[in-house]
């Protein structure tokens, strides 16, 4: 497992930028604490894809803003409690770390950003995969966030039969 989180977290650095709050949703009856931007990429050259085989490794990376869409960092969510984590239909969950993506001594640009990495083993179910992130903090704000189309039942990430390898010739 620590292979794969090493893996996931030498993901080439990026930065989110989407308008809106899409699919970033709080509690009953709390205004939005935060907003939560998050996509699914392939571990080791990060870029983006819904379709992944056993064998493979899913890295979901994420961005959380305050409600006027500011990026918070290190100092903010220590002093906040904030705490991130992707559940998946089966109530697997995949704690989010906050850090600098690539990890150093891999220049030259760096980011900062929440990730994640999730292993596919060899005998897991194909079909979709519904997942969320839930964004908490210690005053007990709750935000939810879900790929958008994911509810009305689109594929936003499948987990495929492996091809058989072909015979050698």
Request: hydrophobic share 55%; aromatic share 8%.
């Given at each position: 497992?620590?292979?794969?989180?090493?893996?996931?977290?030498?993901?080439?650095?990026?930065?989110?930028?989407?308008?809106?709050?899409?699919?970033?949703?709080?509690?009953?009856?709390?205004?939005?604490?935060?907003?939560?931007?998050?996509?699914?990429?392939?571990?080791?050259?990060?870029?983006?894809?819904?379709?992944?085989?056993?064998?493979?490794?899913?890295?979901?990376?994420?961005?959380?803003?305050?409600?006027?869409?500011?990026?918070?960092?290190?100092?903010?969510?220590?002093?906040?409690?904030?705490?991130?984590?992707?559940?998946?239909?089966?109530?697997?969950?995949?704690?989010?770390?906050?850090g600098i993506h690539p990890p150093f001594p891999n220049p030259p640009a760096t980011d900062t950003y929440w990730a994640g990495a999730y292993f596919v083993k060899g005998d897991h179910p194909t079909g979709t995969l519904p997942w969320t992130v839930t964004v908490t903090d210690a005053a007990g704000n709750t935000v939810n966030f879900a790929p958008i189309g994911q509810g009305n039942g689109l594929s936003v990430l499948t987990i495929a039969e492996k091809a058989p390898a072909l015979p050698k010739s």
């Open positions: 497992m620590k292979l794969w989180t090493s893996l996931a977290i030498a993901c080439i650095a990026f930065a989110m930028a989407a308008p809106g709050v899409a699919g970033a949703q709080s509690a009953p009856g709390k205004a939005l604490a935060y907003r939560v931007f998050a996509d699914v990429v392939a571990a080791r050259i990060c870029i983006p894809r819904n379709t992944f085989n056993p064998g493979d490794t899913i890295v979901w990376r994420a961005e959380i803003q305050d409600p006027a869409g500011v990026r918070l960092l290190d100092a903010q969510i220590k002093a906040l409690g904030i705490q991130a984590v992707v559940t998946l239909k089966d109530g697997t969950k995949i704690p989010l770390k906050f």
